[in-house]
Antibody, heavy 117, light 108 residues
């Protein structure tokens, strides 16, 4: 079964850090470009960033407002995508999804991040 | 930064055709994806690369584009199609992707 499972969310104070993980199964993760997408409570979807496969360069791109605070990495040996979030702000509160880029489109159920002041 | 613009809401009666638009300067060169998100659920891809439909998506969902505007068309909309719909595409560099603000489709 094709599946993505996010973890690592929780409650953190403003200025703190958090690392999210996304475990992939059922498809060839190493060949797949991956996205992080977030959704603030009651708001729309927001693209966070993308990780290319190593065969396509292995680089990451980020939403312009987030670059510098967020870092995406991947461990193909563990079929896992990561999102390191630093200097967190209250406006970073939301549900964080990992998803494949393109088709087939696979989404996890998300992990909730709450940043308190 | 790059933006995609969608109408906040669209309302149709059951059986009618719903059209949801998405405008962006890079759309002539960067194909959009369209996602459906029902309340409390993860998004589902309904159209990719402008006009293609993933397996399992009903034929009543179709995509088109003209210039800087893309359109998601739902022919014979059903009550079960009520959801938020988002377009998703890249800026002209291809390095930065954005979602449109989302359109709430009401079928009643």
């Amino acid at each position: 079964e094709v599946q993505l499972v996010e973890s690592g969310g929780g409650l953190v104070k403003s200025g703190g850090s958090l690392r999210l993980s996304c475990a992939a199964s059922g498809f060839t993760f190493s060949n797949t470009w991956m996205n992080w997408v977030r959704q603030a409570p009651g708001k729309g979807l927001e693209w966070v960033g993308r990780s290319k496969s190593k065969t396509d360069g292995g680089t990451a791109d980020y939403a312009v407002p987030l670059k510098g605070r967020f870092t995406i990495s991947r461990d193909d040996s563990k079929n896992t995508l990561y999102l390191q979030m630093n200097s967190l702000k209250t406006e970073d509160t939301g549900l964080y999804y990992c998803t494949t880029h393109g088709v087939p489109a696979v989404w996890g159920q998300g992990t909730l991040v709450t940043v308190s002041s | 930064s790059y933006e995609l613009t969608q109408p906040p809401s669209v309302s149709v009666s059951p059986g009618q055709t719903a059209r949801i638009t998405c405008s962006g300067d890079a759309l002539p060169k960067k194909y959009p994806f369209w996602y459906q998100q029902k309340s409390g659920q993860a998004p589902v891809l309904v159209i990719y690369e402008d006009t293609k439909r993933p397996s399992g998506i009903p034929e009543r969902f179709s995509g088109s584009s003209s210039g800087t505007m893309a359109t998601l068309t739902i022919s014979g909309a059903q009550v079960g199609d009520e959801a938020d719909y988002y377009c998703f595409s890249a800026d002209s560099s291809g390095h930065h992707w954005v979602f449109g603000g989302g359109t709430k489709l009401t079928v009643l």
